[in-house]
Structure formats: C-alpha cells, structure tokens
C-alpha cells in the first residue's frame, strides 16, 4: 500500500490511497485541468482511480468533485449528511453513494473506516484507510479531538495529521475577530499546540510516515507546524513531513 497527497490546504486537498489496482482519491478540491495535472505528477492518469471519498462539503474538499467524477465517470462516497446539502451538484451521476459516519466499508482492496469529526458541517467525518495489514490515517479539519478519534488512529503505519494554525499567528494577524473565532473554536480547525497533544496521545509505536496537512499560509510555518509534532514524538524535525499546498507530497511506501 502507498499514499500520496495532490495538495493540502485552503485552497484544495486531495490525496490518493492505492493498493494494487484499486486507487482512491479523498477530496478534490481542485478543478478538472489541476487535479488532472496534479495526479500526473504521481504516475496516474484519472481512468486509474477508482472511487472518490468526501469528507465534508467545503469547497477546498468537494469543489472539484462533481465536475472531476462525471467526466471521468468515477464513483463518489460520502455521508447521507454532506449528500443532503450537496445532492444538487451530482444530479443525474449515477455511481454517487452514501453512507452512516460510523460504518466502516470497503472499495475494492482497501477497507475504509470512516471517523466522525467535530466540524463546522452536516456531518463531516476523516479517515482510516488501510489493506489488512497498514493502516494510514487522514485527519484534517476538525476543532477538538475526541476519545473516537484517538482510537482510530492509534496503531496507524502513516498519519496525515491537520496542523492549520499557530495561535499566536493567528491572534495577531489580518483575519477577520469573527474568522479566528471560527477557526479557533470546536468546530474550527486544530492548532499546532493541539495537533501535538493529540498526537502524544496515541499508540505510534507502528508509525513510520507522519505529515503536517491543511497548514495555513498566514498564520503558520511548516518549521513551527514540524517542531510541534516532532517535540510529540521525540524524533528529530526532519523526520516530519509536509503536506504542500501547491505540490502535496510524493508516494510514500507502508
């Protein structure tokens, strides 16, 4: 099993879980032509994938679905919750599928676990991907861990971990009171400091490719978002990877 991220920010995520032939994309918030651009820096052309997993209906996540699945005639997944804010976008595609944020399934070769998050949005959830034998586990946008999530993601081989903001940066910066109280709070996103406690608060002892994601172009660093999750881990700043806006990351081996 391999993963790879097409990119991660406000801008637009994507990342490709692949097991053999079976290759799944989760999230495209990117418009046909880029996405297109972006899977080919990784080897794959868009016949290759074979279904596309939502995690909430913001358009840095879903923009680029409907337009990308129909042309392309890929399969979607997403909670009967985000369906139902955004059914009208994938009106007359018939491979678009809901499901329960607690039930796990399977596409092909890989098992799918879905993992309910606390997020401004219907009903938003994050993943745990994995073939039998590795697991990776995609954890961005969310305001506040819970006891769930950490047992889903503990003993993962990967984690892809969010790390959108620095709250000094955030405090003393251009946005609006309003917008750094919304990403600030429960339902925002995790800041540095928070990322780093959860991760201290799980089994990592298989992990062997951990990643910043969703970083923030103004209000954080990747040389304070790495510090943070390397001081968790006790491993050296190098170790930890970044999840890139304009270039993701490479495919990395479990």
């Known amino acids: 099993m391999r993963f790879a991220s097409l990119g991660s920010g406000s801008e637009g995520n994507g990342l490709v879980v692949e097991k053999g032939a079976t290759r799944v994309l989760v999230d495209c918030g990117f ?3 880029e996405t297109v651009a972006r899977i080919a820096r990784l080897g794959l052309l868009p016949g290759d994938l074979t279904a596309i997993l939502v995690t909430h209906e913001h358009s ?17 997944w997403a909670t009967f919750g985000t369906l139902a804010v955004v ?3 994938f009106e007359g595609m018939a491979h678009v599928y809901g499901f329960d ?17 606390p997020h401004d949005a219907r009903e938003p959830v994050q993943y745990v991907i994995g073939d039998g034998a590795r697991r990776v586990g995609i954890l961005t946008d969310l305001g506040v861990s819970t006891s769930h999530v950490e047992a889903c993601l503990s003993g993962c081989d990967a984690l892809v971990l969010e790390c959108n903001h620095d709250l000094d940066m955030l405090e003393n910066g251009s946005y609006s009171w309003s917008l750094k ?8 996103h995790l800041d540095n400091g928070t990322a780093a406690a959860l991760l201290s608060r ?15 172009q103004e209000n954080n660093t990747r040389e304070l978002a790495g510090a943070a999750l390397a001081g968790a881990l006790g491993c050296a700043h190098e170790w930890i990877g970044i999840a890139r806006q304009d270039e993701g990351f490479d495919w990395r081996d479990l």
Do not use: Q
């Not at 680029?64 to 979607?76: E, H, R, S």
């Open 181 to 188: 109280r919304r990403i600030a709070s429960r339902l925002g």
């Open 31 to 33: 418009g046909i032509r």
């Open 202 to 216: 799980l089994d990592t002892s298989k992990l062997v490719h951990i990643f910043a994601a969703h970083l923030s």
């Open 101 to 117: 944020s607690h039930d796990r399934f399977a596409i092909e070769a890989l098992e799918i676990v879905p993992i309910p998050v």
């Open 87 to 89: 059914a009208e976008r």
């Open 60 to 76: 840095d996540h879903i923009g680029g679905v409907p337009a990308f699945a129909a042309k392309y005639d890929i399969p979607v």
